[in-house]
């Protein structure tokens, strides 16, 4: 939505400090945001910047929720955002992007994994010039080896399905300017791939590589299924590759089928006895997979279009802390009680 939050400035040296949002995703994290709290807090005072926290709750089942209140009431720069029911954790990216009042915002979950002492190194490349800067990750600390072997097979795949180049073990832990905000705040579709999205819009990026944390308390929001469906929906929402692939694989089969033909024909002229069964078998079973697989990939980006063509809301937040102005400017949200701690 290109109308949410329009704000571009321009700071001379001797001007007003810079203004930074962190994008705080968070679900059911309630041990993990006073730490977060005092890491914030401890690396921002050492900076010349003002900052604001959104912590955007993805419908917590814990106290999640009284724990941010708390925050928020402790410290204003602390904002707080429930949605009505889990969105998934690209709306609360999403969402956070909307809301940001900075002139640059970075991602951080509020699992702290991804360290915040990083945050002056992606500021450092922020100032000389970059609009994205993003994480890549050197070693997964605390990750079962299922999970970064399929991480590794995503990115592999992506980029050689997707029309979009996504650096190997990339994260969403990433700086984005405001231009690069507002660019991504155009986006409306409701399937989204932030990272790939990140990279689409093509302004100047860097990588700054470091090492993911073990998690110190609360559970992994991001199963094998989650990873494999944020698989599908990277390679959908940059590409028509796997439809061309099965054109290909229907004009090889086609190939194939001449050429039995023609074998069986050879056969039958010079006498010779027929193959059984068995080979016509393999080849309706062959064909049958090709086509069921095509179907799968045809049924992946028809169910897209649907959920697109409903245009229902990204999110709808359910209540908002220290950010009633801001939550007004948002039109994916209905009217909903804020308070001000």
Same mark, same amino acid.
């Given at each position: 939505? @290109?109308?949410?939050?329009?704000i571009?400035?321009?700071f001379?040296?001797a ?11 968070? #679900? @059911?994290?309630?041990? @993990?945001?006073? #730490? ?6 401890a690396?921002?005072?050492?900076? &010349? +910047? ?14 999640t ?22 969105? @998934? ?6 969402a /956070? ?11 951080l979950?509020s699992?702290l994994?991804?360290p915040?002492?990083?945050?002056p ?12 800067? +993003?994480?890549?990750?050197? =070693? =997964?600390?605390?990750? &079962? ?12 795949l992506v ?9 190997? $073990? ?8 405001r ?13 989204r791939? !932030?990272?790939?999205l990140?990279?689409?819009i /093509?302004?100047?990026s860097?990588a700054v590589?470091?090492?993911? #944390?073990p ?9 094998f ?7 599908? $929906?990277?390679i ?7 439809l061309? !692939? ?6 090889l ?9 023609a074998?069986?024909?050879? =056969?039958?002229?010079?006498?010779y ?7 016509v078998y ?6 049958l ?11 992946? +980006?028809? /169910? #897209?279009?649907y ?9 709808l ?6 950010l ?18």
């Amino acid at each position: 939505m @290109n109308d949410v939050l329009p704000i571009s400035r321009t700071f001379s040296a001797a001007g007003p400090r810079k203004r930074l949002s962190i994008v705080m995703p968070a #679900r @059911n994290e309630e041990a @993990n945001l006073p #730490r977060a709290y005092d890491e914030l807090t401890a690396v921002f005072a050492g900076l &010349p +910047y003002n900052y604001e926290v959104l912590v955007i709750d993805n419908d917590s089942t814990d106290g999640t929720g009284d724990v941010a209140a708390a925050l928020c009431q402790r410290d204003q720069r602390w904002r707080y955002v429930k949605f009505s029911r889990n969105f @998934n954790v690209e709306a609360s990216i999403t969402a /956070g992007l909307r809301l940001a009042n900075g002139d640059a915002a970075i991602v951080l979950f509020s699992d702290l994994q991804d360290p915040p002492e990083l945050i002056p190194a992606f500021l450092k490349h922020w100032e000389a010039g970059h609009d994205v800067v +993003y994480g890549v990750l050197r =070693r =997964r600390e605390g990750d &079962p080896w299922w999970k970064a072997l399929g991480a590794r097979l995503l990115y592999r795949l992506v980029n050689i399905l997707a029309d979009v180049e996504i650096a190997p $073990n990339a994260t969403d832990f990433r700086l984005l300017s405001r231009r690069a905000i507002d660019a991504l705040n155009q986006f409306d579709e409701r399937n989204r791939y !932030l990272r790939g999205l990140a990279h689409w819009i /093509g302004f100047r990026s860097c990588a700054v590589p470091y090492d993911r #944390r073990p998690r110190t308390a609360g559970r992994s929001k991001a199963p094998f299924l989650y990873l494999v469906n944020l698989a599908v $929906n990277a390679i959908t929402c940059f590409s028509i590759k796997p439809l061309q !692939l099965f054109s290909m694989l229907g004009a090889l089969a086609t190939l194939g089928t001449c050429a039995f033909a023609a074998v069986c024909l050879a =056969r039958y002229l010079f006498s010779y006895t027929l193959p059984g069964l068995t080979t016509v078998y393999l080849l309706l079973l062959a064909i049958l997979t090709v086509l069921l697989v095509g179907f799968g990939a045809l049924g992946e +980006y028809v /169910g #897209r279009i649907y959920i697109e063509a409903k245009g229902r809301p990204l999110f709808l937040i359910d209540r908002s802390i220290n950010l009633a102005a801001h939550v007004d400017d948002c039109r994916s949200v209905p009217a909903a009680p804020s308070a001000t701690a």
